[in-house]
């Protein structure tokens, strides 16, 4: 017995009937057999305004098509075979007709098992089903799809009917399918089946492959882009316009001069100079689609925005069988569809004229190239190709790399102005004056001798380059530069989202998460199990006797008083998460432990290979113990810095995870800040070492602090710890850019995509033999999925704390910052062009978290670099001796007053030199404020001690004070919103006020034309004067006035047989005040 059914796509009948029929027909051995396409109908530009009926219908002959077996997620959706002719308008960006165009794509993974059969090779005797849809196939173009029909079928109703038949029992032949395939294939089914009931229209080709990926094609058309655009409030431009304020005077010339210079460094992006004119904009309204400049309803939308709408239906549409509340987001994680993105705007090369390019190839050329490096960045194609979110960050990093060239300059001053000075700083040349004589002690127990300050005249004269006067100046502009690109930074924030309609904009409607679905199913599934335990005692107890009757009848008539009452909607509690938040402290905790330990760890290592260098025989060994030393263990802490990086955020998204926060933004926001802690802290620790810890603790001769009871603490070189935190962080820094750029974002990319062409290889040559081109969405399939930006923020905020946290150890940390930024704009932009699938276009309106961060960061470099200047340079004692102790008022003594005395016959026994080559010394010098031996209270503290410590914490406070006055100085002086911007609102809502009123006058006019000219209206044919039959329009008086509806009614009623017009309902908003001016041309587009 066979069985027809015809399914509307329009109707809800072919997502649950289907469903349900196949469900209750699945232990009767349901397999699918074959299905056609009879004949593709023409292609309708409103298929959503045509209605079918459900019938039934004979399936045609066996004998006049060629059928392929399909399961049953494949029903109603057109599928069609490969194009012999290139597509019109873009190969690959087209369904097949070559005029929709392929604003989504869904990517799963085919499995099926069966072989081509035709229904004439089945056994007679099986029972079949066929469900017949009418969906909107294309029409094909190759010659050979007409064969392959069987010469198509005869007639218009039976042209755009597909079957598929459904074998009830066991096929010959066919091999079974698992459960799970059959599974997800029936999910497929219902959540394409519920996207076209949401207006989309579906296309995937016919394919013949047993494995491998299949796409499904979705086009939006242009009723339901209006409708989402409308939910969505999208900003269009409008066809007013406004003349921009232009400057006048000095200030106008020199912006001309400005642009003329500026002019070999702008892109060749056109439509880049907005010009002195700008389209008023406002949100989309079906209602007001008059006032828009709609000159084709395919390019009305961008691509970005199509894109968008439809991710937006997608992640909305609700699919049953898996029991969640949300569609795409949670099908991709449950596996039933392997991807999901928008198209590219075709290939990046350029291929022919270089007027055709697309923004793709633009992009590509203009921006996403090395040899462009000095150019500026096209920051408003790139927000329209990729969205705002991706733009705003091209833009952020822009600000952020141009200033760095001030920054950058002051530094190499700073820096030359060390250079320039090391032959005339006392200190320096007190050190390397051998008259002087200084006989230090020893640097390790035993195996050291004494030795001459002399020998560390080179640390000395580097450790001036960086320490000296221009360095507190430093700190102090890079403190208020930090400042200064915040606030430039907010500006320019606020002129992007002004250029980009974005002023006003509501955030939208996340919607949750599937791991935090899933999670709510989980606990809603315990309710169930446990209600059902509860349910199955009640009988119990009735049997017992101790429900009555009459409580039976009071129970029922509770239980349906409690069905009309909406239930709580049920969510996570913090029950729900409490075993996520201790794993989350104990994690991080841990973490911090082990970045503590990798730090200890090189202590150690530094400590054991200082002292083992140090007894050996090899005099030139001896003499290389501390460059050796540093050299090596900033190595070793740079390697450990780049491995613990990437398991931190291995670590983070996984703790963040067990969080369950709700939505994207909600777990973007905590996975920030969970990376960013740790990552600073793995970053920043051997730095907070050096700085601040080494030395301090080390003791003094006679009475060192030992590790594990055998070596001794390190000391600071002779010239002080700051050269070796320029040392230590220079390294870090310079090596965390050249390694995470060459090996991180260039290496591995081109190594995975070395492995997956290697691994396509094979696949590639079978499919070489049909000889088909690969369509776009082959080649974005096997582009890397975009994971976010937050590696990319990460990257530079981590850098932003380089420049300015430790910036008074490193004046050219700002230059080697920019460097690497102006490779990394070009970097990035090649990898989002020609490297990832398009993402989604998200609309933001700023950056997020991360200019908290940026903020908190920039006050805390203020401390830091206060904290750094006063104890770890010499810069505070330098002062204090020149202004307290010296007798002439300079430098000179500045050594031997920093050097205090030791008595070797103090030495503990075994520490002493177990021999030296300096003859007898009886005392030895070395770097603190103590009392001498000969003093009362020997190897106390001094006055000096006391004295140097209040004045480094007395600058500590001065400086922070001075600077954050400073910082608010200049955050008041400069305002967060340009005047322009607040002009041009200003102007843009006076704009759009006097837009709508002339329109309400239009309409009102029209309408009275329209009561006026009506000769039922009046029997003489007359139009009615103002006073009787309609309100002359004034302040309150927008509507016709009481005797003309009424005398409307009566003529209404009369049904005299004359012609009686039908006015649309308009909204009519009532203004105070009335805008003279001739009738809007908007006007005559008002439908009536």
């Given amino acids: 017995m066979r069985v027809a059914t015809a399914l509307s796509e329009s109707s809800s009948i072919h997502s649950d009937n289907l469903y349900h029929l196949t469900r209750d027909m699945s232990g009767m051995g349901l397999d699918p057999m074959s299905y056609s396409i009879l004949q593709p109908e023409p292609f309708r530009e409103e298929p959503w305004a045509e209605e079918c009926e459900s019938l039934l219908q004979v399936p045609p002959e066996p004998q006049k098509r060629t059928s392929m077996q399909l399961s049953p997620s494949e029903d109603k959706i057109p599928v069609v075979g490969p194009a012999s002719s290139p597509q019109t308008g873009g190969e690959g960006l ?10 989504y794509v869904l990517v799963f993974h085919q499995r099926r098992h069966g072989s081509i059969r035709s229904p004439a090779s089945t056994s ?23 064969a392959g029909r069987g010469g198509g079928s005869g007639g218009g109703d039976a042209a755009s009917v597909g079957e598929v038949f459904m074998e009830l029992g066991s096929a010959a032949g066919s091999e079974s399918m698992e459960p799970a395939d059959h599974e997800m294939r029936l999910i497929r089914q219902e959540f ?26 979705l086009h939006a058309p242009w009723p339901v882009l209006c409708r989402e655009a409308e939910f969505l409030k999208i900003k269009v431009p409008t066809k007013t316009s406004y003349e921009l304020k232009e400057e006048r005077g000095f200030g106008s010339s020199m912006s001309t001069v400005w642009r003329k210079l500026n002019q070999p460094f702008q892109p060749k992006v056109s439509n880049q100079d907005h010009g002195s004119t700008k389209l008023l904009s406002h949100c989309f309204s079906r209602d007001k689609l008059h006032l828009y400049n709609i000159t084709s309803k395919d390019t009305f939308f961008d691509n970005a925005t199509r894109g968008r709408i439809v991710y937006e239906i997608l992640r909305r549409t609700v699919c049953v069988r898996t029991c969640q509340t949300i569609g795409i987001s949670t099908l991709i994680a449950k596996g039933v569809y392997d991807a999901a993105f928008p198209l590219h705007d075709g290939d990046y090369r350029v291929i022919g004229h270089l007027e055709e390019r697309n923004d793709r190839q633009v992009l590509h050329e203009e921006w996403a190239r090395y040899s462009a490096f000095y150019k500026y960045q096209p920051i408003d194609l790139v927000r329209k190709y990729f969205g705002e979110k991706i733009g705003l960050y091209f833009a952020w990093l822009g600000v952020y790399t141009q200033l760095l060239i001030p920054a950058s300059i002051v530094g190499i001053i700073v820096f030359g102005y060390g250079v320039a000075t090391v032959d005339t700083n006392i200190p320096s040349l007190e050190m390397c004056d051998e008259r002087f004589n200084f006989t230090m002690c020893p640097l390790c127990d035993g195996a050291c001798d004494f030795w001459r300050l002399s020998t560390a005249c080179g640390t000395a004269r580097a450790s001036h380059l960086f320490d000296n006067p221009a360095t507190v100046f430093f700190a102090i502009f890079m403190s208020l530069w930090a400042v200064l690109f915040l606030e430039h930074w907010k500006r320019r924030q606020i002129s992007l989202s002004f250029s980009w309609d974005l002023t006003g904009i509501e955030e939208d409607e996340e919607h949750p998460r599937p791991k935090y679905e899933t999670i709510l199913l989980q606990k809603r599934q315990r309710k169930q199990k446990n209600k059902k335990k509860k349910k199955k005692n009640k009988p119990e107890k009735q049997e017992d006797g101790t429900v009555t009757g009459k409580d039976r009848w009071r129970q029922k008539l509770l239980s349906a008083m409690a069905a009309g009452i909406p239930a709580a909607i049920e969510k996570l509690t913090w029950k729900d998460r409490l075993p996520g938040y201790c794993i989350n402290v104990s994690s991080i905790l841990f973490m911090f432990g082990l970045t503590f330990s990798a730090v200890f760890g090189v202590i150690v290592y530094r400590i054991t290979v200082s002292a083992l260098m140090a007894m050996s025989p090899d005099p030139e060994t001896k003499s290389n113990v501390r460059v050796t030393v540093t050299a090596t263990a900033v190595i070793i802490n740079l390697v450990v810095i780049l491995i613990l990086d990437e398991i931190y955020g291995a670590v983070a998204l996984w703790l963040t995870e067990l969080e369950i926060p709700k939505t994207e933004t909600n777990f973007e926001e905590r996975l920030i800040l969970k ?25 003094r001769p006679g009475n060192y602090v030992y590790v594990f009871n ?4 390190e000391e600071c070189a002779p010239g002080g710890c700051l050269i070796e935190l320029c040392i230590q962080l220079s390294i870090i820094m310079l090596g965390k850019q050249l390694i995470q750029n060459n090996i991180f974002e260039i290496g591995i990319p081109k190594l995975k995509k070395l492995v997956r062409a290697i691994k396509d290889k094979g696949s590639a040559q079978k499919e070489s033999e049909e000889e088909r081109p690969p369509q776009q969405w082959n080649l974005d399939y096997a582009l890397a999925p975009f994971d976010g930006l937050t590696p990319e923020y990460m990257e530079m905020i981590i850098q932003f704390g380089f420049v300015s946290l430790f910036v008074a150890s490193f004046p050219l940390a700002p230059l080697f910052a920019l460097l690497n930024n102006v490779i990394e704009i070009r970097l990035d932009a090649k990898k989002f062009v020609t490297e990832l699938r398009r993402p989604v276009a998200v609309r933001a309106k700023d950056i997020g978290i991360w200019y908290n961060i940026l903020s908190g960061m920039g006050k805390f470099s203020v401390i830091i670099n206060a904290f750094v200047i006063s104890f770890t340079s010499d810069f505070i004692p330098r002062l204090v001796y020149q202004y307290i102790y010296s007798q002439t008022g300079t430098m000179h003594g500045f050594i031997d007053h920093t050097l205090s005395y030791f008595n070797v016959s103090n030495f503990k026994p075994g520490t002493a030199p177990h021999s030296s080559e300096h003859g007898e010394i009886t005392f030895c010098r070395y770097k603190d404020y103590r009392e001498p031996p000969w003093s009362g209270e020997a190897y106390q503290f001094s006055k000096q001690y006391w004295c140097v410590l209040a004045a480094r914490l007395a600058f500590v406070i001065l400086f922070q004070n001075l600077v954050m006055f400073l910082s608010l100085m200049v955050a008041w002086v400069i305002p967060d919103v340009p005047k322009t911007i607040v002009e041009q609102l200003k102007r843009e809502k006076k704009l759009l006020v006097e837009v709508f009123l002339q329109e309400e006058k239009d309409k009102f006019q029209l309408i009275q034309s329209l009561f006026a000219k009506d000769p039922a209206r009046h029997p003489g044919g007359q139009p009615l004067p103002p006073s009787q039959g309609l309100a002359t329009p004034g302040r309150y008086s927008t509507l016709p006035s009481a005797p003309a509806a009424a005398a409307a009614a009566a003529a209404a009623a009369a049904g005299d047989g004359g012609t009686r017009t039908r006015c649309r309902a308009a909204s009519f908003s009532q203004f105070g005040r009335k805008i003279p001016g001739s009738e809007n041309e908007n006007s005559k587009h008002t439908a009536v």
């Fill in 675 to 699: 990376a960013f802690l740790l990552k600073f802290m793995n970053a920043y620790a051997p730095i907070f070492y050096v700085a601040f810890f080494k030395g301090r603790f080390a003791g």
């Fill in 94 to 103: 087209y369904f097949n007709d070559g005029r929709r165009k392929v604003d």
């Fill in 124 to 146: 007679a005797s099986h029972d079949r089903l066929s469900i017949v849809s009418n969906g909107n196939f294309p029409p094909t173009t190759a010659p050979d799809a007409a």
């Fill in 192 to 217: 394409e089946a519920s996207l076209m009931e949401a207006g989309l229209e579906i296309e995937r080709d016919l394919e013949l492959k047993t494995h491998g990926p299949s796409f499904t094609r």
């Fill in 710 to 713: 055998d070596y001794r603490m």
